[in-house]
């Protein structure tokens, strides 16, 4: 589910990198992001 186009334009801009922030966004914890 990489760059998943969903009508979140979130997701569409960030693609693989929303994954992981939002993932990181509702934890709240200094998770190892990508980049």
Do not use: A, W
């Amino acid at each position: 589910m990489i760059g998943e186009v969903t009508t979140d334009k979130k997701v569409s801009l960030v693609g693989i990198f929303g994954q992981s922030r939002l993932l990181d966004l509702p934890t709240n914890e200094p998770l190892p992001r990508i980049c």
